[in-house]
Structure formats: C-alpha cells, structure tokens
C-alpha cells in the first residue's frame, strides 16, 4: 500500500493534456479519450511498480497528450534481468485488460462497440511501443539485446542507428497510409525529438554509466570479463570497452607480452579523481 502511495505522488499530469480533455469533450470523443488514458496510464504504472518492486529511483510518471512515460533516474548498472522485467512490464499490461475487457462483453457489461474499440486501443499501443525505435520498449529491449556481448557506448550508438532507420520507415509508412493525421504527426515529432536529445546526450548517458559504475551504485556483475590492452592505449579508450554487467580486469600487454594488470576500479579513479582521461593506461602501473 505504501508503494502504491509513493507511486501515486510520482504522477504528473502535463498541462497540455487538460485543454485535450477539454476539446475530447467538446467534440463528443471523451469516452474514447478515457480509454485511451487509462490504457496508457496502466501501460506506465506497470513500469513505474515493477521498479518500484527493485527498489529503482523513480523520476516521475507523466501523462502527456501524445502518450505517457514512466522516467527512471538509473543508468544502465541495474541487472539486466531486472531492466527485462521493468520494460516488459508495460505491454504485459494490455493482456490482462483485454482479457479483462472479454469478460466484461461477455456477461454484457461493456457494449460491443466499446469493447471493439478498447480492444483496438490496446492493440495499436502494444504494437506501436514494440517498435525498434528508443524512447519505446522495442527500443529499450533493443538496447538490452546488444548489451549482452557488447560495450555500452557501441550499444547505445547502434541502438540509436536502428531506431533512426525504424523511424524512417515509419514516417515513410504515414506518408502512404495516413499523410493528414495530426496525431500520427505529433507522436512522430516526439520521437525525432527524443532520438535527437539522446543522441545529444549520448556522451553525458556513457559518462553517468561509469560514474555509478564508480561509485558502486547498483552493479551486479554476472561474470568476469578481462579486456586485454597494449600499453599505448587511452585511459578513455579503454573506459569505452565497459560492458554492463561484466567485470572488468585490465590487462595490459608491450610487444604482445603481459606488462602488468590494473582493477577497474583503478581506472574509474583515474578518470573521475585524477581527471587523466587521456593518460596513456600504461602509465597508470606506475600510480598503482
């Protein structure tokens, strides 16, 4: 109960959303747009309790006129079984409430046109947020899927890339299908518009990565992971070739032969507290 409270003052409603609750009434479509709030406030909460369930910092869980968005204050340290769970706990959502919605039409307590019509709701949100395009949960999973053999700048950078083309192609799509829809249009510039922050942001995302990573914030490191250097390599360089989930021994190699080995935490040091990014890793033996 107590974890329902902290969610609920979590929840911000934008200001724009009034004045189309408002002009939902005026043109007779405020049964429709409920629906659809809910749906989406549902979709949202299911993220928001299943990181509550791990103990995630929540930001905010925002009701928008084009959406929703449950914001997390974590930065990519979290288990990836538990970053799963968190994103797929939105879409799971719309399966009970269409079942739910079956068996309220099934003992005639929702006529056959709203239920047609929920059901419709809940199926084009599932869809739509199972795109590959960030911010979505396609997206998010996507990021997850490359994170699993790959250093989390280059996931993030590909993760970017597909969902770039997978926006593409679905501006190309509502330009044939539905060319005058307003509201494919504003959900799309709100898209391109996040792709392009975090894109923006993208250095400041990797920075934040390792700064929790720095300070121990919730690592959970599933194996062991050496990443082999020649003694001439960046300190940055080698902070690039972080894995989520890996911990990473610092193997340091001249003319092919091991010269000496550095803990990551050597390393995490030597960015945030020595200010040495651009240090040769070689010279970090001579520190540590």
Same mark, same amino acid.
């Given at each position: ?40 406030? !549902? ?13 995630? @910092? ?10 929703? !968005? ?7 340290? @979290? ?23 079956? +068996? ?103 920075? #934040? ?12 490191? @599933? ?5 082999? !250097? #020649? ?12 894995? @989520? ?16 080995? +550095?803990?990551?935490?050597?390393? +995490? ?7 040495? +990014? ?11």
């Amino acid at each position: 109960m107590n974890n329902l409270a902290e969610l609920i003052k979590h929840i911000h409603i934008h200001p724009l959303l009034w004045a189309i609750i408002g002009l939902s009434v005026a043109t007779a479509h405020f049964i429709e747009l409920c629906m659809l709030l809910l749906i989406i406030f !549902v979709h949202e909460m299911g993220h928001a309790a299943a990181a509550s369930l791990y103990s995630w @910092r929540i930001k905010k869980i925002a009701l928008l006129p084009f959406g929703g !968005v449950a914001e997390m204050d974590e930065h990519g340290n @979290r288990p990836l079984k538990e970053e799963i769970i968190v994103i797929i706990a939105g879409p799971l959502q719309h399966i009970w409430m269409m079942g739910a919605a079956l +068996l309220f039409y099934e003992f005639s307590w929702l006529s056959a046109d709203i239920f047609h019509q929920f059901i419709q709701f809940n199926l084009m949100i599932l869809i739509f947020n199972l795109l590959p395009v960030w911010p979505l949960d396609g997206g998010k999973l996507v990021f997850l899927l490359l994170s699993l053999n790959q250093a989390f700048p280059e996931a993030h950078r590909k993760t970017l890339f597909i969902s770039a083309a997978g926006l593409i192609g679905f501006i190309i799509l509502t330009l044939l299908t539905s060319p005058v829809n307003l509201n494919i249009w504003v959900v799309l510039a709100f898209l391109v518009f996040s792709l392009y922050y975090e894109w923006k942001q993208s250095r400041y995302v990797f920075i #934040r990565f390792l700064l929790e990573r720095y300070y121990g914030k919730n690592s959970d490191f @599933r194996t062991l992971k050496p990443i082999v !250097v #020649r003694e001439e390599e960046l300190v940055i360089d080698v902070l690039e070739r972080f894995q @989520r989930g890996c911990k990473h021994p610092i193997i340091i190699e001249k003319d092919g032969k091991e010269k000496g080995s +550095l803990d990551e935490n050597e390393l +995490l040091h030597a960015c945030f507290a020595e200010k040495v +990014l651009t240090a040769k890793i070689g010279d970090l033996l001579y520190v540590y």
